[in-house]
């Protein structure tokens, strides 16, 4: 067995990650009925929608300690208590689920042309260094924006203006492989 943190992002609990931006609306914004017929495939294509469009968000990322990580356009995020996001990509390829802080990926705003050279990065866990990616440790996040940002929590849509990650006191016991 290992002691697993609970993360919490504004009073719900989540093992995994918490990601905002362009997946995060796919996910929000891809229609039941289409959900329904074509499965995983109605978030690819929801996705490309997204991706022509492809209008960043704005937000304020601070740590506990109200020190700015970010403050600007930002077209993906993720606060990370595991390394692999859905469909395993490693957004947050240094999260440690039980060393008592979150991981924090901002990927800035950028030409098309550009996020699609970083996608496969962004999967691979290869973005830290990339000029437009913030990554940071920390033991509380607040992300504020003027307008509502469409989030995942564990793959369940949650949505706000202000986002207060941190980490629970109680940690959960799991048997790992």
């Not at 991706?51 to 960043?56: D, E, G, I, S």
């Not at 509380?140 to 469409?150: A, Q, T």
């Amino acid at each position: 067995t290992a002691a697993i943190d609970v993360a919490l992002v504004n009073g719900t609990p989540f093992l995994n990650v918490s990601t905002g931006g362009l997946g995060a609306e796919a996910t929000e914004e891809a229609p039941v009925e289409v959900k329904r017929l074509l499965g995983p495939l109605a978030y690819f294509v929801t996705g490309v929608k997204k991706f022509v469009a492809l209008n960043p968000s704005h937000a304020r990322f601070t740590d506990g300690g109200g020190s700015s990580l970010y403050d600007g356009p930002f077209l993906i995020f993720a606060v990370g208590n595991c390394r692999r996001t859905g469909g395993g990509n490693r957004l947050t390829p240094r999260a440690d689920p039980g060393d008592g802080l979150l991981d924090v990926c901002v990927v800035g705003e950028m030409p098309r042309r550009d996020l699609l050279t970083l996608l496969p990065d962004l999967r691979a866990g290869r973005h830290l260094e990339h000029p437009a990616v913030v990554y940071r440790q920390v033991r509380e996040l607040r992300v504020e924006s003027e307008e509502e940002l469409s989030v995942n929590v564990d793959g369940e849509p949650i949505g706000g203006r202000i986002l207060s990650y941190t980490l629970s006191p109680h940690r959960i016991e799991l048997s790992l492989p």
